[in-house]
T-cell receptor, first 113, second 113 residues
Framework: KAGVTQTPRYLIKTRGQQVTLSCSPISGHRSVSWYQQTPGQGLQFLFE???????NKGNFPGRFSGRQFSNSRSEMNVSTLELGDSALYLC????????????FGPGTRLTVT | AQTVTQSQPEMSVQEAETVTLSCTYDTSESDYYLFWYKQPPSRQMILVIR??????QNATENRFSVNFQKAAKSFSLKISDSQLGDAAMYFCADGGSQGNLIFGKGTKLSVKP
């Protein structure tokens, strides 16, 4: 099986712009979670989607949003980018409703200048 | 709030030796999962081992094993016969009640030849 894929791998944006990141889960996986990783805050949970519905959300401002499509692919969007949004954004997929075993993609490195 | 603590920011081990990484967690859930993930410099987060809280037997995956002490809320990872490829950041994670992973700050493991 192919693993979790994320595009793009690297992104440079200017403060105030918006960005969309994409994640394709492992085939058959219905849950997609997003995490932000920074040196200062570590790994923080953004949100999780299951069957096109947001099931859980972390403590991030409304500028961070996401969605999931019928084929389980997911996108996350960050509007009005701030310098502090520079981070590695990781996507993870899992198979079942209460399956906590998550498999991660390679991440998207976002740099905001 | 659920928290995961890794008290060793950095560890070092000689090749072929054994090393133990510590992790403590704080959860009020009765049924939960615990994980160790490895993140090499390439950044891809890799699942190393998983432990179901209801199982008394410690999980083992080849050279990797855990010491799960439920009453003490301790979940340490033992790496036997350390190899150069084991060098990475290691994250302990608690499968939260909402399906998201709660990560510790990580332990950077160096392997000396």
């Amino acid at each position: 099986k192919a693993g979790v894929t994320q595009t793009p791998r690297y992104l440079i944006k200017t403060r105030g712009q918006q960005v969309t990141l994409s994640c394709s889960p492992i085939s058959g996986h219905r849950s997609v979670s997003w995490y932000q990783q920074t040196p200062g805050q570590g790994l923080q949970f953004l949100f999780e989607y299951f069957s096109e519905t947001q099931r859980n959300k972390g403590n991030f401002p409304g500028r961070f949003s996401g969605r999931q499509f019928s084929n389980s692919r997911s996108e996350m969007n960050v509007s009005t980018l701030e310098l502090g949004d520079s981070a590695l954004y990781l996507c993870a997929s899992s198979s079942g409703f209460f399956s906590y075993e998550q498999y991660f993609g390679p991440g998207t490195r976002l740099t905001v200048t | 709030a659920q928290t995961v603590t890794q008290s060793q920011p950095e560890m070092s081990v000689q090749e072929a030796e054994t090393v133990t990484l510590s992790c403590t967690y704080d959860t009020s859930e009765s049924d939960y999962y615990l994980f160790w993930y490895k993140q090499p410099p390439s950044r891809q987060m890799i699942l190393v081992i998983r432990q179901e809280a209801y199982k008394q037997q410690n999980a083992t995956e080849n050279r990797f094993s855990v010491n799960f002490q439920k009453a003490a809320k301790s979940f340490s990872l033992k790496i036997s016969d350390s190899q150069l490829g084991d060098a990475a950041m290691y994250f302990c994670a608690d499968g939260g009640s909402q399906g998201n992973l709660i990560f510790g700050k990580g332990t950077k493991l160096s392997v000396k030849p």
